[in-house]
Antibody
Framework: QVQLQESGPGLVKPSETLSLTCTVS????????WNWIRQFPGKGLEWIGY???????NYNPSLKSRVTISVDTSENQFSLNLNAVTAADTAVYYC??????????WGQGTLVTVSS | EIVLTQSPGTLSLSPGERATLSCRAS???????LAWYQQKPGQAPRLVIY???SRATAIPDRFSGSGSGTDFTLTISRLESEDFAMYYC?????????FGGGTKVEIK
């Protein structure tokens, strides 16, 4: 059973960088595609991107200019950096593991608020 | 980008009734690339159906999925109290991965 846990600041100032880490347990990070997904207060879900253990990434074009996803295989972690944030980036951020395009494993989510 | 449109927005039903949820794609999606999730308040989405019709681990057989091309359906044959929740469809046949806007199944 794969378990994921997000960690990082719950409050970020406008124009700064949102940084989150997802710690994976129960399975080597060398398996699956590791995703970041966010859910806005109005409940819509938006896929941010994924990384594979090899370092291959795929980002949502709507965020591509501001997003970096990286992986640390030695720590079984992967991370999200989203720069130049605005209030529109306020959301619950989830990390999730993908297999065959679907997402059987999710973290519990962490609320990130962008505000001064 | 493939846009997924779910209908209805809200479904008001009683326990024991049948729920039929629709997901329509703006372009054809391979059945292998269509999934459904259940989400309850304060929780992460939970995979219910993958490959359009395969039940995920521990999902009861009252849940079934069907469809192909641009039209997909999630059916709950007899609603139980724990089934009242939000449901989202999702595709990854074409990047970016996208989700539908959701259908809320509420108690009538």
């Amino acid at each position: 059973q794969v378990q994921l846990q997000e960690s990082g600041p719950g409050l970020v100032k406008p124009s700064e960088t949102l940084s989150l880490t997802c710690t994976v347990s129960g399975r080597s990070i060398s398996s699956y595609y590791w995703n970041w997904i966010r859910q806005f207060p109005g409940k819509g879900l938006e896929w941010i991107g994924y990384i594979y253990a090899s370092g291959t990434t795929n980002y949502n074009p709507s965020l591509k200019s501001r997003v970096t996803i990286s992986v640390d295989t030695s720590e079984n972690q992967f991370s999200l950096n989203l720069n130049a944030v605005t209030a529109a980036d306020t959301a619950v951020y989830y990390c999730a593991a993908a297999r065959g395009g679907h997402l059987p494993y999710w973290g519990q989510g962490t609320l990130v608020t962008v505000s001064s | 980008e493939i846009v997924l449109t779910q209908s209805p927005g809200t479904l008001s039903l009683s326990p024991g009734e049948r729920a039929t949820l629709s997901c329509r794609a703006s372009q054809s999606v391979s059945s292998t690339d269509l999934a459904w999730y259940q989400q309850k308040p304060g929780q992460a989405p939970r995979l219910v159906i993958y490959g359009a019709s395969s039940r995920a681990t521990a999902i009861p057989d009252r849940f079934s999925g069907s469809g192909s091309g641009t039209d997909f359906t999630l059916t709950i044959s007899r609603l139980e109290s724990e089934d009242f929740a939000m449901y989202y469809c999702q595709q990854f046949g074409s990047s970016p991965l996208t989700f539908g806007g959701g259908t809320k199944v509420e108690i009538k």
